[in-house]
């Protein structure tokens, strides 16, 4: 299997502009997880999905992020308006609800760049 | 408020000494708990688990240590070594429930 498949890999944008994070989960995985990593406060889940529905998005900043999953093999993370203060890296990750360990899968991860 | 903390941000250690990776939480329904292994430029990857039924798992020369009444847990590397250069996050969820709480890592140097 491919893994978790995120693009793009960088992206660099000023204040301001809409971003749009991509994300492929692991085939056949029912949960689909959005996360932020800062220095300062670590890995923050940010949002997730269970069989495409969102079922906790208590993490999301605020109204300028949003996440969808139109459907089983691909998620989006959008921020807009993006500011300096989202600069940081987002991790897509995936797993089964039967999963022997309850431990999730990550993609690669997006560095976004707010100037 | 961060329920789970790793309050070593790096930690240097000689190749083939242990390495001793900390973390604590504070929500005692907490009831499960895995460690990460990332690397740069990659993704956290899954390294061991452990429940609150046990106190001490093991996989190879890795083992993680549960106090349940101190709401801490650790990880041992023996014997470190070089390619265990990485970052190591803590995470902690009640069991059955997907959601997990981070801790900030911890940056390990195996210097050779």
């Known amino acids: 299997d491919a893994g978790v498949i995120q693009s793009p890999r960088h992206e660099v944008t000023e204040m301001g502009q809409e971003v749009t994070l991509r994300c492929k989960p692991i085939?056949?995985?029912?949960?689909l997880f959005w996360y932020r990593q800062t220095m300062m406060r670590g890995l923050e889940l940010l949002i997730y999905?269970?069989?495409?529905?969102?079922?906790?998005d208590s993490g999301m900043p605020e109204d300028r992020f949003s996440a969808k999953m139109p459907n089983a093999s691909f998620s989006t993370l959008k921020i807009q308006p993006s500011e300096p203060r989202d600069s940081a890296v987002y991790f897509c990750?995936?797993?089964?609800?039967?999963?022997?360990?309850?431990?999730?899968?990550f993609g690669p991860g997006t560095r976004l760049t707010v100037l | 408020d961060q329920q789970v903390k790793q309050n070593s941000p790096s930690l240097s250690v000689q190749e083939g000494r242990i390495s001793i990776l900390n973390c604590d939480y504070t929500?005692?329904?907490?009831?499960?708990f895995l460690w990460y292994k990332k690397y740069p430029a990659e993704g956290p990857t899954f390294l061991i688990s452990?429940?609150?039924?046990?106190d001490k798992n093991e996989d190879g020369r890795f083992t993680v240590f549960l106090n349940k009444s101190a709401k801490h847990l650790s990880l041992h590397i023996v014997p470190s070594q070089p390619g265990d250069s990485a970052v190591y996050f803590c995470?902690?969820?009640?069991?059955?429930?997907?959601?997990?709480?981070f801790g900030s890592g911890t940056k390990l140097n195996v210097k050779p």
């Open positions: 990750a995936s797993n089964s609800g039967t999963s022997t360990y309850n431990e999730q899968f």
């Open positions: 085939s056949g995985h029912d949960y």
């Open positions: 999905f269970n069989n495409n529905v969102p079922i906790d």
């Open positions: 929500n005692s329904m907490f009831d499960y």
């Open positions: 452990i429940s609150s039924i046990k």
């Open positions: 995470a902690a969820s009640v069991y059955n429930f997907n959601k997990f709480y």
